[in-house]
């Protein structure tokens, strides 16, 4: 029977499967970076537990799932509705078609060796240590694999090297961008003032400030680090996953992130993608 199935195997099968997976992957360049891709996960992996289910006949669940994922769909266009329209207007660009197009998706996405910018933890320190003694309130954000491009946009443009100077300037009391949170992308400051979502727990110690529940809520809903400095007490907090470590001294920030941020660490995650992806060749 595979036998049979390698046989038909088509031409057409194989321009079918290449177009779908091209489609997915502009579909992912366009989640990603953004709450959606969380969703989406989930409904991928809705769509599996449905057709494990069908195929195991079990007919009552097969069919609440299946009624569920088809009155999804509507709910979707919903959800996903400026994804999609991203995911149309990157469909129209035609980049792809021409000889430069086709270099450039190549080597930029396939086969280049080039390795993610290691975050310099150095001034980060220094600078959480002298805002911490002038008990200067700041909210930093370090992302990982999220871009956090809807948290971006709220704010302003920086693009510049993470420096300690430049970080305690914005986070200065008369700055117009001390309110809001600095995120750091790619070694570098990416925006700053931005605006994040607050958590809607009501469980929490009521000496937590209003960048304490931000932080929290920004890591509730993705994979970010948010460093916290009290604006009353001066001390710092690290937030990840929605969780907080309250009244940290700066040795146990720096092991943290050492220990999320260290090179060998980094540089051996990206083999391993390599690796899966050489196999998958």
């Known amino acids: 029977m595979i036998l049979n199935a390698i046989i038909q195997f088509r031409l057409l099968d194989l321009i079918d499967i290449v177009l ?7 579909l992912y360049k366009l989640l990603k970076g953004t709450v959606a891709v969380n969703i ?52 129209g660009n035609t980049t792809i078609l021409n000889k430069e197009g086709r270099k450039r998706f190549l080597f930029k996405h396939l086969l280049t060796d080039k390795k993610e910018e290691v975050l310099d933890i150095d ?7 002298k805002l911490s003694e002038s008990k200067t309130g700041a ?25 300690s100077q430049l970080l305690e300037n914005i986070f200065f009391k008369n700055s117009p961008l001390h309110d809001g949170a600095m995120i750091l992308h790619n070694n570098r400051i990416h925006s700053a003032g931005c605006i994040l979502p607050v958590t809607p727990r009501r469980n929490l110690p009521k000496d937590l400030g209003l960048r304490h529940r931000a932080a929290l809520g920004l890591t509730e809903q993705s994979d970010a680090i948010a460093i916290v400095i009290s604006e009353e007490t001066g001390k710092l907090s690290w937030c990840s996953n929605g969780k907080i470590k309250p ?28 690796r899966f992806f050489l196999r998958k060749l």
């Open 247 to 274: 009244r940290m001294e700066l040795g146990q920030l720096k092991e943290l992130l050492e220990e999320e941020y260290s090179k060998e660490e980094v540089w051996e995650k990206e083999n391993k993608k390599r």
């Open 20 to 26: 779908v997976a091209y489609l997915l992957y502009i």
């Open 40 to 91: 989406f996960s989930g409904i991928v992996a809705l769509f599996l537990i449905y057709k494990i289910v069908n195929a195991l006949q079990m007919e009552l669940l097969s069919q609440i799932l299946g009624a569920f994922i088809s009155v999804g769909f509507i709910a979707l266009i919903i959800i996903f509705q400026p994804e999609i329209r991203r995911f149309l207007l990157a469909l």
């Open 139 to 163: 909210l930093i954000v370090i992302t990982r694999e999220n871009e956090l491009v809807q948290f971006t946009e709220t704010g302003e443009r920086i693009d510049a090297k993470i420096s």
């Open 123 to 129: 001034p980060i320190l220094v600078s959480c240590q």
